[in-house]
């Protein structure tokens, strides 16, 4: 009981006292309009992501959580667009949050239907910026004005 106690103590030690990873994605379409979804629980509008799963490299979780919250396919990694680390950037928990661009293509239709409203893809000029979801105006904002932000 002691070993297995102390082990169970330091894992949850490890979870509720440290921020968990996860990613956000820029999805881009092959015309330059970028994909956003419309969240269930703040029916505010953000950008697709989520925690990477035990066992997942980022990579794989930006393609898992894009088709689940979006049905597109990631087609290509463009660039890491920035890493966000505020303790205040979620409401729900403290989150690591790393910014992806990737190229991205399919049929716009959520699979995660808990989660996500509806699914829209924008021009620059009609992004619903100033409302978004957690701190994806403060990230959309840099990647519009092309820095790179470590926050």
């Known amino acids: 009981m002691g070993r297995s106690w102390r082990f169970i103590s330091t894992v949850l030690g490890i979870i509720f006292r440290h921020p968990v990873t996860g990613t956000t994605i820029i999805p881009v379409l092959p015309d330059g309009r ?3 979804i419309q969240r269930r629980d703040s029916g505010q509008w953000g950008l697709p992501g989520g925690m990477v799963d035990w066992g997942e490299d980022i990579p794989h979780a930006a393609s898992r959580e894009l088709r689940e919250e979006t049905g597109l396919n990631l087609i290509k990694i463009k660039s890491l667009r920035g890493i966000y680390s505020d303790p205040q950037r979620d409401p729900r928990l ?6 992806l661009e990737v190229l991205a293509e399919g ?8 989660e996500v409203l509806q699914v829209k893809a924008f021009t620059r000029d009609e992004l619903p910026l100033g409302d978004l979801c957690h701190d994806h105006d ?3 904002q840099d990647y519009l004005n092309d820095r790179v932000a470590i926050a």
């Open 107 to 114: 049929e716009l239709e959520a699979e995660d239907k808990l």
């Open 94 to 99: 403290h989150s690591i949050s790393i910014l």
């Open 138 to 140: 403060r990230q959309l």
């Open 34 to 36: 970028i994909v956003m």
